[in-house]
């Protein structure tokens, strides 16, 4: 027997999910002030900001991503720092050190990088492992220690992660683990041919992609705003069958024969969230099986690891993925 739902509420939707909204159409329109398409990118990028979660941008160089990044940090008055990952990074370059200081004769905390609101840690997989580590720890725990004290990140403290899915040459592959952090992993594809007719256009008018403040790209809402509407959660309701869809959607990447390493509890937790940040950003009170089927691919497949036969077959985990979603009935 199918899954049934029971009819939504007829209730409007809360406050906190009418300002979430509110933000999603104030922020896109200032964002695509300076970015040309990637709309669904960009609306994954807010979904996974309102859920408190941190995102990793796969794409080949050039296709906006750090863009995208400053723009819609911009566009929520929001601090932003940028990383250049490399093989000679140390963790102090990224947490900060302590500096003796000759005219107090005691050691001053000179803070890094990290202590901003949104991070782009730009080919994070250029850094050793050692260096990964203490990004990806700052990420799970959003503190830092440092020479005995615990020091708080900003509540809105959210790393953009980007790598690129062509050069391996001198890169060392997140290992699964610290892959399971992020919340998403969002594929960032060419542009169409019109949206890069429209780049071009832009820059031949003298569009500066480093001068967003000439752009127009201005804050659409306040940090404190931002905040508040991860309220919006709180306020979505799923109904038992979507929340068993969900439960059935990762446990079916543990049964499947095609994938050696499935998705766990964490990567439910995360899908969850994901989905009611999304709907509350559509300006709905309530979780559909479509948000979480929208969702399953960047929320679960950067946690698989195929099976040897799989690979052998030239399947990708979007393939394999695609076959799990598609045996999973959805709730009626």
Known sequence: MNDTLSAPSPTPAGNAVQAAHAIREAVLSEVRKAVVGQDEALELMLCGLIAGGHILLEGVPGV????????????????????????????????????FD????????????????????????????????????????????????????????????????????????????????????????????????????????????????RAGVNAAVTKDGLLAARGALNEVTVEPPVLAYVRKLVAATRASSRIRLGAGPRAGVHLLLAAKALAALRGRGFVTPDDVRFLAAPVLKHRLLLSPDAELDGATPTDVLREVVRGVEVPR
Do not use: C, W
């Not at 250029?126 to 720890?137: M, V």
């Open 64 to 99: 906006a991503k750090t863009l995208m990044a400053k723009a819609l940090s911009r566009s929520i008055g929001a601090e932003f720092k940028r990383i250049q990952f490399t093989p000679d990074l140390m963790p102090a370059d990224i947490l900060g050190t302590s500096v």
């Open 102 to 213: 000759l005219k107090t004769q005691g050691f001053t905390l000179v803070r890094g990088p990290i202590f901003t609101d949104l991070l782009l840690a730009d080919e994070i997989n250029r850094a050793p492992a050692k260096t990964q580590s203490a990004l990806l720890e700052a990420m799970q725990e959003r503190s830092v220690s440092m020479e005995g004290r615990v020091l708080s990140l900003s509540p809105l403290f959210t790393v953009f992660a980007t790598q690129n899915p062509v050069e391996s040459e001198g890169t060392y592959p997140l290992p699964e683990a610290q892959l399971d952090r992020f919340l998403l992993k969002i594929e960032v594809g060419y542009p169409a041919p019109e949206e890069e007719d429209a780049i071009l256009a832009s820059v031949h008018r003298g569009f500066d992609s480093g001068d967003l403040q």
